[in-house]
Structures are given as structure tokens and as C-alpha cells.
């Protein structure tokens, strides 16, 4: 019955050990960016200013741990030597209603790159 015990409270400790820990930014609300598909509510463009001011802490996080932050992203590109690229549109994306049309160059958006090792290395955003 011990072993039991044990071996419940080392699994419970395995899986709460494996949850992502959310860098604490003030006045970043996670669920609302997650929420704003495409930037179409603009509660992106609010927030965009705080994740860029403080990109450092989102370095090294894995690409599972960003999804579990920010929500899954709007694009992604697979990119030369393992490399991959999320893409979180901010404004003027043509799935929003009554969005001017905007080239893809032209749109507003966060960038999180990827090293091959599946870490966050670099922050961007294009059109700020």
C-alpha cells in the first residue's frame, strides 16, 4: 500500500513539474490574446507592445510551451535546417470583417523563430 502511495505522488509530481510557467508581465492578459484570432478584436495590437518590451523572457521557451502561452499560432513556416517560425497576425488580416485588403508584407504580425533544438531564439514584429 506504500508503494502505491509513492508511486502516485511521483506521477503527480512528474505532471505538475511539467507545466509551463507563464512569464508574469503586467497588463498582459494571455486569454485575451488567445481570444483575438487574427487580431480581428485589436486586443493584440494592445498587448503587442508589452510582449516586445519584454521578448527576453520568452526566449528558450519550446514550441509547446509558446502554444501553451499564447495559443496556437495563425501561421507557421518550416524553415531551412530545422528552423521553424510562428506568425501571431496583429492587424489587417483578410479573415477580419471589414478589413481593408492588406499584402501579406504590409500586415502587422509577431514573429517567434525557433533554433533546430525547438527553442525560442528570436522576436519580431513586422509593420509596428
Not at 59 to 85: A, C, H, S, V
Request: net charge positive; aromatic share 14%; glycine share 4%.
Amino acid at each position: 500500500m506504500l508503494r502505491f502511495f509513492l508511486k502516485t505522488a511521483l506521477s503527480l509530481s512528474i505532471l505538475t513539474s511539467c507545466e509551463t510557467t507563464i512569464p508574469s508581465i503586467e497588463g498582459l492578459d494571455y486569454k485575451k490574446w488567445e481570444l483575438d484570432k487574427f487580431g480581428c478584436n485589436g486586443d493584440r495590437m494592445k498587448m503587442v507592445r508589452l510582449i516586445t518590451e519584454n521578448k527576453e523572457k520568452f526566449f528558450r521557451y519550446r514550441q509547446n510551451q509558446i502554444i501553451d502561452i499564447l495559443g496556437k499560432p495563425d501561421n507557421l513556416t518550416l524553415y531551412e535546417r530545422g528552423q521553424t517560425i510562428y506568425f501571431y497576425y496583429i492587424m489587417f488580416h483578410p479573415n477580419c470583417s471589414e478589413v481593408p485588403y492588406r499584402a501579406e508584407e504590409e500586415r502587422v504580425k509577431l514573429e517567434i523563430r525557433f533554433d533546430a533544438l525547438n527553442r525560442s531564439k528570436e522576436i519580431f514584429v513586422y509593420n509596428y
